[in-house]
């Protein structure tokens, strides 16, 4: 396999691009040849963020042509049409063809999909996940949002929602969470809800506090702080048990902001992983090594699965 591949990582708040040779992906530790990265401005559309990674692209690519496209999208995405269905954080996504936007302005072939199943992918192909031919993938950050990979392959569900474990309900009488559901992994063990149940507990401002100040305050032995944190470890800890139990992965990889919680949020994830899950499904527990480019690196992998693919 020969030349470039550009990856596009659409993410909320910033876009994402990198370019790579397709000949170094087989090295130990591939390199990108380059890299950039911005935030989207202030009132960003789809239009403007469209507009914004064309630029990135031509800019990485310097006149030279693609052989593929990997695009990461953080929103639904039809993944067999190529269409994103819409964006939670930026508006005029909606049904917007994106697949068949870049193949027309690049002239090569593009594949995309949502962030969680394209970083699943970038960590079975390149970081945390290799050798394995069963992984679930799951960030814990702002939100809790997963992706599969079975029997080597992705694994989308009928309509492209498998993976949803942040919504799966892990305590019925718990609080109340966005989706409308009570108990969700999402409400108890993401960011932004850890910190809204201590600033509420603390009486402070919602904005003076985040899930990394809550995790700070545990450290240092705040038991209100402990507590939430804790609690938010368990009911992660439940919902990759009965994920376990329902497809039987051999890893488990996490990634996220919350992941950098400290030694005893990992150990109460991986018991309570453990304690719910059948005693014969055996799977490990590992963190991600990709960070913030596991979209990047997935989109890479996506537009290496479908060249295989098409070529066999």
């Not at 470039?4 to 708040?13: H, S, V």
């Not at 850890?194 to 003076?208: N, Q, S, T, V």
Request: aromatic share 6%.
């Amino acid at each position: 396999m020969a030349g470039l591949i550009l990856a596009c990582d659409f993410g909320g708040t910033k876009l994402s691009a990198a370019v790579i040779e397709a000949e170094l992906l087989d090295k130990p530790e591939p390199a990108w040849r380059g890299h950039l990265r911005r935030l989207s401005p202030s009132g960003a559309s789809a239009q403007t963020d469209m507009a914004a990674m064309i630029e990135m692209g031509r800019e990485l690519l310097a006149g030279e042509r693609p052989s593929r496209i990997g695009i990461s999208f953080g929103g639904p995405v039809d993944y067999k049409s190529g269409v994103v269905r819409l964006s939670h954080h930026v508006p005029g996504w909606e049904n917007t063809p994106i697949q068949r936007l870049f193949a027309d302005e690049f002239g090569v072939p593009a594949q995309v999909d949502n962030d969680a199943n394209v970083a699943a992918l970038g960590e079975w192909r390149f970081g945390a996940g290799r050798g394995v031919a069963d992984l679930l993938y799951v960030t814990v950050s702002t939100g809790v949002g997963g992706g599969w990979i079975l029997d080597g392959r992705p694994y989308r569900g009928a309509a492209g929602m498998a993976g949803e474990i942040g919504h799966t309900v892990v305590a019925p009488d718990g609080p109340l969470c966005l989706c409308g559901k009570r108990g969700c992994v999402e409400r108890l063990a993401s960011g932004p809800y850890m910190a809204r149940d201590a600033a509420i507990a603390f009486g402070m401002p919602l904005y003076d506090v985040s899930g990394k100040l809550v995790a700070e305050w545990a450290e240092q032995g705040v038991e209100t702080a402990v507590a939430i944190l804790e609690r938010g470890a368990r009911g992660l800890g439940v919902g990759l048990g009965n994920a376990a139990n329902l497809l039987n992965p051999s890893r488990i990889v996490l990634g996220g902001g919350v992941t950098k919680s400290g030694e005893r949020w990992w150990q109460l994830v991986r018991q309570t992983a453990h304690e719910t899950a059948l005693p014969e499904v055996q799977f490990d527990i590992v963190p991600a090594q990709l960070g913030d480019d596991a979209p990047l690196w997935g989109a890479v992998a996506l537009a290496l699965l479908e060249q295989t693919s098409q070529s066999n």
